[in-house]
């Protein structure tokens, strides 16, 4: 009778060695998931701050007027390639507007011009001009693996948003 109560016991006692092993084994892959989650998010973000851009003016000349237009500049110093898309907001006839224009998909270690008035006629180009010198840029960029990405006028911030 001795000998059923110890192996009861004993029963009992590796039953809750069991249930604790498990219960931290649980516990230890939770916060490897996590921080592998942690890890991946970073990594994405690293990439995605690899994608930069900047403003310019050129001079254009027209007969003996010289005048500047904007150019935005983005650069993508990543190993991956990206899809990129400038959205720009600018004051126009008492109203702002905004104007998108998709660059298509960037190779990596490359760097593209946007010219936002080359799609203006000649005879526009004088009315655009200046609320497109003043206008206000946002790059918008989708990685390799479908992440959606913004970047506005703060150089180092890179903000996750939904893609399509």
């Known amino acids: 009778m001795i000998g059923t109560v110890i192996a009861g016991v004993a029963a009992v006692v590796a039953l809750v060695i069991a249930i604790r092993s498990y219960d931290l084994s649980v516990r230890t892959y939770d916060l490897q998931i996590a921080d592998r989650n942690e890890r991946l998010t970073s990594e994405k973000r690293e990439v995605a701050g690899r994608i930069t851009w900047w403003r310019e003016s050129y001079a254009r000349e027209a007969g003996t007027n010289r005048y500047f237009e904007p150019l935005v500049i983005v650069q993508n110093s990543s190993s991956e390639p990206v899809s990129v898309y400038i959205l720009n907001d600018y ?73 399509g």
């Open 91 to 163: 004051y126009l006839d008492g109203k702002w507007s905004k104007g998108w224009s998709s660059k298509g998909v960037m190779p990596p270690c490359t760097l593209i011009r946007h010219y936002p008035l080359e799609s203006v006629g000649s005879l526009m180009r004088q009315k655009y001009r200046e609320p497109f010198n003043k206008a206000t840029y946002t790059l918008y960029f989708i990685d390799s693996t479908g992440n959606g990405w913004s970047r506005d006028t703060e150089p180092l911030s890179v903000t996750a948003c939904r893609a």
